[in-house]
């Protein structure tokens, strides 16, 4: 079923077996694999907080976790990468491929997505933020990001988050609409995001968090 | 779900400051420095110790030296720069020593994410000699800092704890425990040991020798250097890697069936351990970022077997998982794990060509960090640009007026420096005369801008600097300083202001302006810099990132009135857009500065209601 809130790939047409992914993981990381989420975006998107949930989800289901933040110039619209890894035990606290990209920025998705496995998937907010460059130089903001990623991989799911935020009237809860779209892959129960949730949003902002948390979650199924 | 209990997901930066809350620290000072700054910002919510945001690293380095004669176990923090700054107590502290315990910890930037240069801190710890610990998570991190106040007070000495961005901004878990309150000395006067005249230095240049060869031992005999035999070494038991910090976590992912010695006390190089872990092996790797420090050191103890490093790794930037597998094939994929395996180990050239992986060239359009939508400084760099000026930068968002379109800074060194560079340029070329301008930051005004302005005034120059007084610390995140009035415990203090401290210097041309006005703003800076003595412009208007007043106004493009000149897009505000062939300013982003009203010519730039 094709909700009009996602453009995705070919193979979404044929329905992403979500069981089978929690299946695979949980049996990977039970065998001793990290699982490694990269975070892009822009300066300013919320990319912080929104590894937080992440992470802190991953660690409420007994998991070791490690995060990679980018402080300072974050704030300054520029291009901004983080990462959560999970596992039995994580060693290095910056992915090198990843098995899932979280993009809150078409651009930006398809600056990293060099970072993306084989087999990853990767998860896309339906936002474009034109870099200051692109009115001062010769270079133009691409038209289509969409065909190019799909040269590059089948695996990805473009999500209309910031539009259904605002149907939610919080545009600043697209992020979790996009963590609840990557917890149908991914081997954490629901009450741990749940938990990560409440704990972790401004207190003011849990109820509509939680809202946009199973609005990503169904999006897809 | 489990019960978390005492484990937290911290980040270096606030594993130390919990590290300090622990190890019952008294006092703590800083200045602020990406990726150190947030290790002050958590230790300020600990009622128990005392904090503060020093004016610049020396005095927070000075205050410390202070503070440990005066009994109390003392933090100092700073970013690698920083220490640049503070090197001058620093070096001769190691000659003192200490009465409270007390820990530098000093956060280097390899891949300078938000720095001026990557310089490699460790050096100064070979330098001083003073000990130097460097933890590779988070967990260390705040252990680490119970162990360097031990060490300090067992060798009376300073200890440094050394981090990376990836130690200080990275999260890990950490078990964290309650406060140990330390038994507070007490000040006694000893002039032989804090009085540093060059009879007394000499005596305790000797006590400094003899204490490096005792930290050397403990350095051999401590715990904190671990030797890490993975279960299975049949297959790489001949070579064996040494790394610290990060290097250690990228090491233990890619190789797993390798010998690892982990050192933690970096500096003195346990020798001894180092010996014994190389023994049987045939090839030690030494794995670590920036320079060669400990592959240079463990070189010097002539081993007897091959020990490779930097010829294959690349001497700047971070390392990363990448280039560790990459290694990691190179070394047992090919000809060099087997000729060492057959003892051969002089055959074949074992020098990779080109392993050094190149950033993509990227077709991909850049986005750099930039000013913010109704950033204060943008309106001044404008109009820099404007009237063609040589405009001497400083450290802090305005550099960022560098990138186009503002394009307008000729230059940026460190701290404090571009007041002093202008006076320079002024004097070597005359024909600058009235074209050269100085800006710098409130912050970095006090940090290190009061000397050479006063050193401006005694030399006679001519110029003009332009002090951006935005109300806050902004690029590393909006700390208070000297001119807000606050101090970092939330106490009210009184406002420094930067046209007294100007006048009081005998600089008789000084303004106040606010950028906002932009037709005043020009105006000003055309005059001041007509005129023959030094001049000093106090543009100010607060950081837009302080606080978002909503506004009932809208700032619009009336298309019927717009020309298509394209000229308020030379303006650089992220929140002016051209999409589809029109010019549109982005309501989300706009914060109702309205300079660009008087950037447009036609008058196409108007305010409505909302």
């Keep these: ?221 | 779900m489990v019960n978390l209990k005492n484990l937290k997901l911290l980040t270096g930066n606030e594993a130390i400051a919990q590290g300090a809350y622990e190890a019952g620290v008294k006092i703590a000072a800083a200045y602020p420095g990406t990726p150190s700054t947030e290790i002050l910002e958590n230790i300020s919510k600990y009622k128990e110790i005392y904090c503060q945001w020093s004016v610049n690293e020396k005095v927070a380095m000075e205050f410390a030296s202070g503070s440990s004669i005066a009994g109390a176990r003392t933090l100092v923090a700073m970013k690698h720069v920083g220490l640049n700054v503070a090197a001058d107590p620093f070096m001769t502290l190691s000659y003192t020593g200490i009465n409270g315990g007390l820990v530098i910890v000093f956060a280097d930037d390899p891949g300078m994410h938000s720095s001026q240069n990557e310089q490699d801190n460790r050096y100064y710890s070979k330098f001083s000699k003073i000990p130097m610990l460097e933890p590779s998570d988070s967990q260390e991190a705040k252990d680490f800092v119970k162990e360097a106040l031990n060490m300090s007070e067992k060798f009376d000495t300073p200890v440094i704890i050394r981090t990376t961005t990836r130690i200080s901004h990275s999260r890990s878990m950490v078990r964290v425990g309650e406060r140990c309150n330390s038994k507070s000395g007490s000040y006694k006067k000893n002039c032989q040991k804090y009085v540093m005249i060059p009879a007394y230095g000499m005596q305790r240049h000797r006590v400094l020798l003899e204490r490096w060869e005792k930290l050397t031992k403990f350095s051999e005999n401590s715990e904190l250097n671990k030797t890490y035999n993975p279960p299975d070494i049949s297959l790489d038991g001949n070579v064996g890697i040494i790394t610290s910090g990060i290097s250690y976590q990228y090491v233990r992912e890619v190789f797993t069936n390798t010998p690892i010695l982990k050192l933690s006390i970096t500096s003195p190089v346990a020798k001894r351990t180092v010996k014994e872990f190389a023994k049987g092996k045939k090839l030690l790797i030494i794995i670590e970022e920036l320079e060669p420090f400990l592959e240079e050191q463990i070189k010097e103890a002539n081993l007897g077997i091959k020990i490779i490093g930097k010829e294959y790794f690349p001497q700047f930037g971070e390392l990363s998982l990448e280039i560790l597998e990459d290694l990691y094939d190179e070394i047992f994929g090919t000809s060099l794990f087997k000729a060492i395996s057959s003892g051969n180990t002089n055959s074949g050239n074992i020098k990779p060509e080109g392993n050094v992986k190149a950033p993509d060239p990227g077709s991909i359009p850049q986005r750099p960090p930039v000013l913010c939508a109704g950033c204060p400084h943008r309106p001044v760099f404008y109009i820099l640009k404007k009237l063609k000026t040589v405009v001497m930068g400083d450290i802090g968002c305005y550099t960022l007026s560098v990138l186009p379109p503002l394009s307008s800074l000729d230059s940026c060194l460190c701290m404090g420096a571009g007041i002093g560079q202008a006076l320079g340029m002024e004097k070597a070329d005359p024909e600058l005369k009235g074209r050269i301008v100085s800006v710098i930051g409130d912050s970095t005004f006090f940090h290190s801008g009061i000397t050479p302005l006063i050193d401006s005034v005694y030399n006679k120059s001519s110029g003009l600097i332009i002090i951006l007084d935005n109300r806050t610390t902004a690029m590393t995140g909006r700390q208070v300083n000297p001119g807000i009035g606050k101090t970092l415990m939330g106490e009210t203090t009184f406002e420094e202001k930067p046209e007294v401290i100007a006048r009081a210097a005998g600089i008789k041309n000084v303004k106040v302006v606010n950028p906002y006005n932009l037709i005043f703003l020009e105006k000003t800076i055309k005059e001041e810099l007509g005129k023959q003595e030094l001049s000093v412009i106090v543009s100010r208007q607060k950081c837009v990132l302080l606080d978002r007043t909503k506004s009932s106004e809208r700032v619009y493009i009336d298309v019927v009135e717009c020309a298509e000149c394209g000229l308020c897009l030379k303006f650089g505000c992220p929140a002016i857009e051209y999409r589809n062939n029109e010019y549109t300013i982005n309501e989300l982003l706009c914060t109702n500065c309205k300079v660009c009203i008087d950037i447009c010519k036609k008058g196409a730039i108007k305010v409505g209601d909302k």
């Design chain 1, 1 to 221: 079923m094709k909700d009009n809130n996602i453009s995705c790939n070919k193979s979404c047409g044929k329905k992403v077996d979500f069981e089978y992914h929690q299946r695979k993981w949980r049996k990977l990381i039970d065998d001793g694999s990290v699982l490694s989420v990269l975070l892009a975006g822009v300066g300013g998107q919320g990319i912080l907080l929104t590894s937080k949930v992440l992470s802190e989800a991953a660690m409420l289901d007994g998991l070791d976790v490690k995060v990679s933040e980018v402080h300072g110039m974050a704030q300054r619209g520029g291009s901004v990468v983080g990462s959560v890894r999970m596992g039995k035990r994580v060693y290095s606290p910056v992915a090198g491929k990843a098995d899932f990209i979280i993009s809150l920025e078409k651009l930006e998705a398809l600056r990293y997505i060099n970072k993306l496995k084989e087999d990853g998937f990767i998860i896309l907010s339906d936002v474009e933020i034109y870099p200051i460059s692109v009115y001062s130089g010769d270079i133009s903001y691409p038209e289509d990001i969409n065909p190019e990623i799909e040269s590059i991989t089948f695996n990805y799911i473009v999500v209309k988050a910031v539009e259904i935020a605002k149907r939610l009237n919080e545009a600043r809860a697209a992020n979790t609409i996009l963590l609840g779209c990557l917890s149908n892959f991914i081997p954490i129960s629901y009450k741990c995001w749940i938990e990560s949730i409440k704990k972790n949003v401004p207190h003011d902002a849990v109820d509509v968090n939680l809202k946009a948390f199973e609005e990503g979650k169904r999006i897809i199924n």
